[in-house]
Protein backbone atom coordinates (compact mmCIF):
# COMPACT_ATOMS: atom_id res chain seq x y z
CA UNK A 1 0.00 0.00 0.00
CA UNK A 2 1.16 3.42 -1.37
CA UNK A 3 1.42 6.03 1.59
CA UNK A 4 2.68 9.82 1.97
CA UNK A 5 4.75 11.31 4.16
CA UNK A 6 5.45 14.55 5.15
CA UNK A 7 7.62 16.71 7.71
CA UNK A 8 6.97 19.71 9.21
CA UNK A 9 10.17 19.65 9.80
CA UNK A 10 11.95 19.63 6.32
CA UNK A 11 12.05 21.54 3.19
CA UNK A 12 7.93 21.53 1.98
CA UNK A 13 7.27 20.53 -1.35
CA UNK A 14 7.73 23.50 -4.91
CA UNK A 15 5.90 21.30 -6.85
CA UNK A 16 3.77 18.60 -7.80
CA UNK A 17 5.47 15.61 -5.49
CA UNK A 18 5.39 14.61 -2.13
CA UNK A 19 8.66 14.28 0.38
CA UNK A 20 8.18 10.94 0.34
CA UNK A 21 6.38 7.75 -0.47
CA UNK A 22 6.14 4.38 1.73
CA UNK A 23 5.53 1.25 -0.04
CA UNK A 24 5.40 -1.76 1.52
CA UNK A 25 8.82 -1.72 3.41
CA UNK A 26 10.20 1.01 1.85
CA UNK A 27 10.65 4.80 1.97
CA UNK A 28 11.41 6.71 -1.07
CA UNK A 29 12.18 10.38 -0.20
CA UNK A 30 12.05 13.33 -3.12
CA UNK A 31 15.43 14.69 -4.04
CA UNK A 32 16.21 17.09 -1.21
CA UNK A 33 17.84 20.52 -1.95
CA UNK A 34 19.22 23.18 0.60
CA UNK A 35 16.19 24.69 1.54
CA UNK A 36 14.78 24.40 4.87
CA UNK A 37 12.08 24.21 6.51
CA UNK A 38 10.92 27.61 5.99
CA UNK A 39 11.71 28.11 2.66
CA UNK A 40 14.84 29.94 2.56
CA UNK A 41 17.33 29.10 -0.16
CA UNK A 42 20.84 28.16 0.90
CA UNK A 43 22.25 28.16 -3.05
CA UNK A 44 24.69 30.24 -2.55
CA UNK A 45 26.28 28.38 0.75
CA UNK A 46 29.32 26.32 0.26
CA UNK A 47 28.60 22.65 -0.71
CA UNK A 48 29.17 21.27 2.74
CA UNK A 49 26.13 23.76 4.37
CA UNK A 50 24.14 22.28 1.17
CA UNK A 51 24.92 18.93 1.79
CA UNK A 52 23.80 19.27 5.73
CA UNK A 53 21.15 20.45 4.60
CA UNK A 54 20.17 18.24 2.35
CA UNK A 55 20.80 14.95 4.61
CA UNK A 56 18.81 17.12 7.28
CA UNK A 57 15.90 17.03 5.33
CA UNK A 58 16.71 13.34 5.31
CA UNK A 59 16.79 12.94 8.37
CA UNK A 60 13.96 14.35 9.13
CA UNK A 61 11.34 13.01 6.45
CA UNK A 62 12.49 9.93 7.37
CA UNK A 63 11.98 10.44 11.44
CA UNK A 64 8.57 11.64 10.10
CA UNK A 65 7.61 7.65 9.70
CA UNK A 66 9.76 6.63 12.38
CA UNK A 67 13.31 5.80 10.72
CA UNK A 68 16.12 7.23 10.89
CA UNK A 69 19.85 7.31 8.40
CA UNK A 70 20.72 4.15 9.57
CA UNK A 71 17.49 2.63 7.79
CA UNK A 72 19.13 4.33 4.68
CA UNK A 73 19.61 1.81 2.10
CA UNK A 74 20.70 4.20 -0.97
CA UNK A 75 21.43 7.40 -1.72
CA UNK A 76 21.54 9.06 -4.98
CA UNK A 77 23.78 12.34 -4.96
CA UNK A 78 23.27 15.27 -8.29
CA UNK A 79 25.97 17.68 -8.03
CA UNK A 80 26.41 20.88 -10.21
CA UNK A 81 29.97 20.02 -10.28
CA UNK A 82 31.53 16.81 -9.79
CA UNK A 83 34.76 18.23 -8.71
CA UNK A 84 32.94 19.34 -5.02
CA UNK A 85 32.86 15.62 -4.59
CA UNK A 86 35.17 14.95 -2.27
CA UNK A 87 33.79 18.24 0.02
CA UNK A 88 30.13 16.72 -0.02
CA UNK A 89 31.70 13.85 0.78
CA UNK A 90 33.41 14.69 3.92
CA UNK A 91 29.96 16.56 5.17
CA UNK A 92 28.41 13.27 4.23
CA UNK A 93 30.69 10.94 5.95
CA UNK A 94 29.65 13.05 9.14
CA UNK A 95 25.98 11.43 8.51
CA UNK A 96 26.47 8.02 7.36
CA UNK A 97 30.09 7.14 9.31
CA UNK A 98 29.15 3.46 10.05
CA UNK A 99 28.03 0.95 7.47
CA UNK A 100 27.25 3.38 5.20
CA UNK A 101 24.65 2.82 2.18
CA UNK A 102 24.81 2.01 -1.58
CA UNK A 103 25.02 5.63 -3.13
CA UNK A 104 25.70 6.90 -6.73
CA UNK A 105 27.13 10.36 -7.48
CA UNK A 106 26.63 12.11 -10.92
CA UNK A 107 27.71 15.86 -12.58
CA UNK A 108 23.88 16.85 -13.48
CA UNK A 109 23.92 20.40 -16.17
CA UNK A 110 21.67 22.32 -13.77
CA UNK A 111 19.85 21.34 -10.49
CA UNK A 112 16.46 23.54 -9.19
CA UNK A 113 16.84 27.19 -8.37
CA UNK A 114 21.00 27.57 -8.62
CA UNK A 115 21.18 24.49 -5.96
CA UNK A 116 24.90 22.45 -5.94
CA UNK A 117 23.54 18.97 -4.44
CA UNK A 118 20.55 17.62 -4.75
CA UNK A 119 19.83 14.19 -2.75
CA UNK A 120 17.46 11.30 -2.93
CA UNK A 121 17.16 8.48 -0.27
CA UNK A 122 15.83 4.89 -0.47
CA UNK A 123 15.11 3.70 3.31
CA UNK A 124 14.36 -0.09 4.44
CA UNK A 125 12.17 -0.79 7.59
CA UNK A 126 13.52 -3.82 8.96
Not at 17 to 40: C, E, M, R
Not at 79 to 95: K, Q, W
Request: hydrophobic share 40%; proline share 4%.
Amino acid sequence: MRRVINSSTAAPPIGAYSQAIAHGNLVFTAGQVAKTADGISHFSDSIQIQTQICLENIKNILEADGLGLSDVVKTTVFLENIDDFAEMNSTYSEYFSIDPPARSAFEVCRLPGGAKIEIEAIASRN
